[in-house]
C-alpha cells in the first residue's frame, strides 16, 4: 500500500499525530510505501511566515480573536461556501499539492489538519481514476466544521462525543471511529518511574509538578513558577520551556523555593510526564492525549478560547482534570489538591479516558477499508 499522511505546521501537535501514525503504520506494515507531508513545504515563503508565524502570534497575544474566528466559522455551510470561493481562486500551492499527490496516488491520505481535508475535496471531480481514501484524523476533543468535507471517508476522533457532534452535523455513522488521538508508542510502553526520577536527577521523596509551555515556550512559565512559591507543602518542579531559549535561560537563573528543573526542548515527554504527579498546561489536543495515556491528571490554566476550551471543558466534565483562570489562584488550589484523594481520583479518571494505542487502532481501520474497497 502507499500512504500519504499531509498536515501542516501550525502548533506542534499536527505534526506529533502524524508522525504517530508514520510510526505506527510502518511498525505494523515495514512493506508498505508512507511519505510524510507538511503542506507548509509547499507555500511561499511569505504565505508560509504569515501562516505560521500568525497563527503563534494571534494565539500569544490576541487569543480573544482566535476565539471569535474559530466560532464563527464553526458552521459547516458556511465552511463549504468558504472551499468553494477558495477552490475559485487557484494558487500555486493548490497546484502543487495536486502534482504530489497525484504523482505519489496514495491509496489513503490520513490527515492530521483540516486543510488537506479541504484541498483533497477540491481534487476528486478531477481524479483520473478511484480516488484515494480521505481520513480526517481530528486532533482535539471537539470537531470543527472545517475538519469536515462531503468527500471525506471516514473521520478519526478523539471520543464517543466527538463522534456524535459529527453525526449529528450530517455524517454517517458509520464513517466515524472514536479511537483516541494518535500518540507515540512510547505513550503506551511500560516506563520504571523510580529509575526515570534517578535518571534525570529527580527526589524519590517528593512528588513532581511538571509545568509545560507548549513547543513554542508560550504561556505564563514564569508566573507560575513565581505562583508556586507561596505554597509551603513540599514538592518539586520541573518546568519544560519549548524552543523558547530566552525563557528557559531567564527561568534556570532564578532561585526558588521548591527544587526546580527548567528544561528547553525536550524529546522525552513521556518520561517527564510518567514520573510526575500532576501536569499543569495549557489543553492542547495532543499534549493532553499524551498525558491521559499514561493517566496523569491536568491541571488547566485559562485555556485560549476555542479548541483548548472545548478540551478543558471535557476534561472537568470526565473528572481528569482541575482548573483554574488566574495565576493567582493556583496556591491555594494545588495546596488542597497535592496528596489529596481528589488527585488520586483524578489520575483514575485520565487512566481510564487514555487511548495509547490510538495511532495502531486509525492504521488498522484505514487498512481494512482499502482491502475492503480493494476486495483485497
Not at 55 to 79: C, Q, S
Not at 222 to 240: C, G, K, S, Y
Request: proline content about 6%; overall charge positive.
Amino acid at each position: 500500500m502507499r500512504i500519504l499522511i499531509a498536515t501542516i505546521t501550525a502548533g506542534g501537535g499536527h505534526l506529533q499525530a502524524a508522525a504517530a501514525l508514520h510510526e505506527a503504520w510502518l511498525q505494523a506494515r515495514p512493506q508498505d510505501t508512507v511519505q510524510r507531508l507538511d503542506l507548509l513545504t509547499l507555500f511561499s515563503p511569505l504565505h508560509r511566515k504569515i501562516y505560521s508565524d500568525g497563527y503563534v502570534k494571534l494565539i500569544a497575544h490576541a487569543p480573544e480573536l482566535w476565539g471569535l474566528f474559530f466560532n464563527k466559522t464553526d458552521n459547516p455551510a458556511l465552511v463549504r461556501k468558504l472551499a468553494r470561493w477558495k477552490a475559485a481562486f487557484g494558487s500555486n500551492s493548490r497546484q502543487k499539492f495536486a502534482r504530489l499527490v497525484k504523482r505519489f496516488a496514495p491509496d489513503a491520505v490520513l490527515c492530521t489538519h483540516y486543510l488537506p481535508v479541504e484541498l483533497l475535496g477540491g481534487l476528486r471531480k478531477e481524479w483520473p481514476g478511484p480516488p484515494p481514501l480521505t481520513v480526517s484524523i481530528v486532533t482535539d476533543f471537539e470537531a470543527h466544521a472545517l475538519w469536515m468535507d462531503a468527500n471525506v471517508d471516514l473521520y478519526c476522533v478523539a471520543a464517543e462525543e466527538t463522534k456524535a457532534r459529527l453525526v449529528a452535523r450530517g455524517a454517517s455513522a458509520a464513517q466515524v471511529l472514536a479511537t483516541g488521538i494518535p500518540v507515540a508508542a512510547k505513550f503506551s510502553s511500560a516506563i520504571d518511574t523510580a529509575a526515570a526520577r534517578k535518571r534525570l536527577g529527580l527526589r524519590d521523596d517528593l512528588p513532581i509538578l511538571l509545568v509545560l509551555s507548549g513547543g513554542f515556550g508560550m504561556g505564563p512559565v514564569a508566573q507560575i513558577l513565581a505562583a508556586l512559591d507561596e505554597i509551603q507543602r513540599p514538592f518539586q518542579t520541573v518546568a519544560v520551556a519549548g524552543r523558547n531559549e530566552a525563557l528557559r535561560r531567564d527561568l534556570a537563573a532564578q532561585e526558588r523555593l521548591h527544587p526546580t528543573r527548567v528544561l528547553g526542548f525536550v524529546t522525552n515527554m513521556d518520561e517527564l510526564m510518567a514520573v510526575s504527579d500532576l501536569i499543569i498546561t495549557k489543553p492542547g489536543g495532543l499534549t493532553t492525549s499524551e498525558a491521559l495515556a499514561l493517566g496523569k491528571p491536568l491541571f488547566i490554566l485559562n485555556p485560549i478560547p476555542g479548541q483548548e476550551a472545548a478540551n478543558s471543558d471535557f476534561l472537568l466534565e470526565r473528572g481528569a482534570a482541575a482548573k483554574v483562570n488566574r495565576v493567582e489562584d493556583l496556591p491555594f488550589r494545588l495546596e488542597q489538591l497535592l496528596g489529596s484523594e481528589k488527585l488520586a481520583a483524578m489520575a483514575r479518571a485520565a487512566a481510564a479516558l487514555g487511548r495509547p494505542a490510538a495511532a495502531a487502532d486509525i492504521c488498522r481501520a484505514v487498512v481494512a477499508r482499502i482491502e475492503a474497497r480493494t476486495g483485497a
